[in-house]
């Protein structure tokens, strides 16, 4: 266990080491997109799909006269931004390591009050807690403890005599390295009192998720959303270690004549590294909608499909798209960042599907808003997909949660009242029927009910979009069915041999369909 003082001394070195990539304020030209779109092979005749936008870096073009110093100097720049981003994401002083743990989960039973959750029990919250564990690699749960509690705010939780029982427990099982006290964040001073009482390391919530987040974080995007998770936590130990310092010692220390205290120094040093995160995720928000601004000027509709953790919503995609290079896992937390993919809709219609990172209950609010980045690219869809795992036994807390965080986003009206919500897993729960309105009942992994999951996205990405079905009857030798084939999707070329002529069926939006009635005004057009 950590001794006073230690993680000071520790986020003093870690604070010595940022205070030098912290000199001057750079740009983050260098970092990768985020969102990855590929296309599937392309059906025979059926359009034009989207083309691949890969997570490579942005490259600049130079022209052919183009100021050969600039270029060095924004090269030198792009090299000084990596460094810096680099110590930006260097170790953290939080960060758990690779050793293995041994954990006994706590579960704080609240049995009546505003803390209780009238949506689950307290079994299930502990199979959650295990699942989170089971999710890290060399952890392993050796037991797990539910008592009762009125308050679990308070500084050791759970009332005296809960607490006596609980700690002669703990004592009594062998190997244990840590405890998991299933709360969403518990404060420094609870932390080092129970780490005292009990002898070992105690995670809350907060820290576990954090870990697989670190754990599971491929993109720069990602890590330099975790890395500003940290800075509340950062915050709150510093606080409560350099007060405990203060008691130890006497008085506060001044560092070498600066001026500062000890404590001033380093909530400088968190302050401005909390500021070079935000402007490098401010810079990467720019770049993405750029590539928003690439799509919507192909007029692609977009799906954001969402869901609770491990939901299946990446099996749902692989199965939609047929892309093979998804690789679903059975884990939470698997997907961290946003991805895009394209698909087709039965009227062979090209659209993108991104895959969003799951929720889970309990998640803290510093944890959701540090990933407000990631979540934003969700306002700008044409449609939400909610994705439930019907054979979870808190299918209702989980959706309930999932509607709460889409809500605290500020999300437009029109896509929380078109929602489609779809009912995954079917295949374990023999005659399945939703019994909420209008939701689909579906098999991901085995195939069911796809083929009407696709039909409905299509009949509401119609609605939301203002695409046309058409049918439109053109002169075989003229350029009308080249421009079709570019600017629209076609569905069904007729051709009338006799004439010259062929009636084609196509999905096309309004400012497409203005286009081509300026371009071809002479030209038959019948709206479906």
């Avoid at 749902?316 to 690789?327: H, M, N, P």
């Avoid at 999707?489 to 300026?518: H, L, R, W």
């Amino acid at each position: 266990m950590m001794g006073p003082g230690r993680l000071s001394q520790s986020l003093l070195l870690w604070c010595q080491r940022a205070a030098a990539a912290l000199g001057a304020v750079r740009s983050a030209r260098a970092l990768s997109a985020a969102v990855r779109l590929r296309a599937p092979q392309r059906p025979p005749g059926k359009g034009q799909p989207p083309r691949a936008c890969g997570r490579g870096e942005w490259k600049r073009v130079a022209g052919a006269g183009g100021d050969k110093e600039e270029e060095e100097k924004e090269e030198k720049e792009d090299e000084d931004d990596e460094s810096e981003l680099e110590e930006l994401l260097g170790p953290s002083p939080l960060a758990l390591g690779p050793d293995a743990q041994r954990v006994v989960i706590v579960h704080p039973d609240v049995k009546w009050g505003p803390k209780k959750s009238p949506l689950t029990k307290a079994e299930l919250q502990v199979a959650e807690a295990v699942a989170l564990v089971d999710t890290l690699q060399n952890w392993t749960v050796l037991d797990k403890i539910i008592i009762p509690t009125k308050n679990p705010d308070k500084k050791f939780v759970f009332g005296k005599g809960n607490f006596q029982v609980l700690t002669e427990k703990i004592k009594e099982l062998p190997h244990v390295t840590a405890v998991f006290l299933n709360v969403e964040r518990m404060s420094s001073v609870t932390k080092r009192e129970l780490e005292d009482a009990w002898g070992v390391k105690v995670f809350d919530r907060y820290t576990v998720v954090l870990h697989i987040f670190r754990c599971n974080a491929r993109t720069k995007e990602a890590k330099l959303q975790i890395a500003l998770a940290e800075i509340p936590l950062l915050r709150s130990n510093l606080k409560n270690e350099v007060s405990q310092l203060d008691q130890q010692r006497g008085g506060s220390r001044y560092i070498m004549g600066s001026g500062e205290t000890f404590m001033e120094t380093q909530t400088r040093i968190l302050k401005e590294k909390e500021l070079k995160l935000r402007k490098a995720l401010e810079k990467l928000r720019r770049k993405r909608c750029l590539l928003r601004t690439q799509r919507k000027k192909r007029e692609f509709p977009i799906i954001s499909v969402m869901g609770y953790t491990n939901c299946g919503k990446t099996t749902l995609i692989k199965a939609l798209t047929g892309e093979a290079e998804l690789q679903p896992r059975d884990q939470l937390f698997a997907t961290l960042d946003i991805t895009a993919h394209a698909g087709y809709l039965p009227s062979h219609m090209a659209v993108i599907y991104v895959d969003t990172i799951g929720f889970l209950t309990d998640l803290p609010h510093n944890l959701v808003e540090s990933f407000s980045a990631t979540l934003e690219e969700v306002a700008y869809s044409d449609l939400i997909v909610h994705v439930r795992d019907i054979t979870h036994p808190d299918t209702i807390l989980q959706k309930a949660t999932v509607l709460s965080v889409l809500k605290n986003l500020n999300l437009p009206n029109h896509l929380l009242d078109s929602m489609v919500e779809v009912h995954n897993k079917v295949d374990l729960i023999e005659r399945y029927k939703p019994t909420e309105e209008n939701a689909l009942a579906i098999s991901a992994l085995c195939g069911h009910g796809l083929e009407e999951l696709k039909e409905e996205i299509e009949k509401k990405i119609l609605t939301m979009t203002g695409k046309k079905i058409l049918t439109v009857n053109i002169n075989l030798e003229g350029p009308q069915l080249s421009w079709l084939y570019k600017e629209a999707t076609v569905q069904e070329v007729e051709v009338m041999p006799e004439d010259g002529t062929a009636q084609v069926k196509v999905i096309i939006s309004n400012s497409a369909f203005g286009k081509y009635k300026n371009l071809f005004p002479n030209s038959k057009i019948c709206v479906l």
